[in-house]
């Protein structure tokens, strides 16, 4: 069975657009409940769909990444303060690209995605707008960071802070990325497998 849920609410739209409120769960062992994370998944998908802002997609890239790091064994315990921050960074995060107007932080976004096409003929272009921030967006978004930090740049840093995400909660979400991508190499599998396998459990995913 789950444990308590650990629940978080964010978002007001700071264009003047009506509040958005946005829950998600998560319990320390998501996978290991044989289906009791669907469940409550759905559940909580319920909940974010009476926003009339909120999108079935976005709400299941999240719910997405957390199982996969959840899979991994990796997520901080219930109910901790890092806990809270990774699903609000999340949350966030997704919103700050989703949402923000700072032609500094789409133009990071687009040479982001610039690089990652370069060697990677696959991903397309626009997918962080078709698919909200997907293992991919966010993979291509730490890798990118790695060379060109965007916490150096004032103006990004301030898009990022307008949907308050800190620069401790994207070095949270990175070392999270990092950690659950080498525990699946030990075990012989790809993080991207993990996170597809979960995305079609999700709102969006079958799609």
Known sequence: MLAS???????????????????????????DSQGSFELYAKKQSRVLLM???????????????????DEAGILPPEGTAQANQVIHGLIQLQSTLMKSA????????????????????????????EKGLTLRVLETLIIYDQEHPMWNDPNIGSAMQEFNVS????????????????????????????????RMKFP????
């Open 5 to 31: 849920v650990c629940c978080l609410v964010v978002g007001s739209d700071l264009l003047g657009e009506p509040h958005v409120a946005e829950a998600f769960g998560h319990s320390g062992h998501l996978t």
């Open 51 to 69: 926003s009339d802002r909120a999108s079935s997609n976005m709400i299941g890239t999240i719910m997405t990444l957390l199982a996969t790091f």
């Open 102 to 129: 700072s032609a500094e932080l789409s133009a990071y976004q687009m040479a982001a995605e610039d690089s990652w096409l370069k060697d990677h003929q696959d991903m397309q272009n626009g997918v962080l707008q």
């Open 167 to 198: 620069e401790a909660d994207w070095l949270f979400i990175v070392e999270l990325f990092h950690q659950a991508d080498s525990v699946f190499l030990e075990q012989g599998r790809s993080i991207h497998a993990v996170y597809d396998a979960w």
């Open 204 to 207: 969006g995913g079958k799609n």
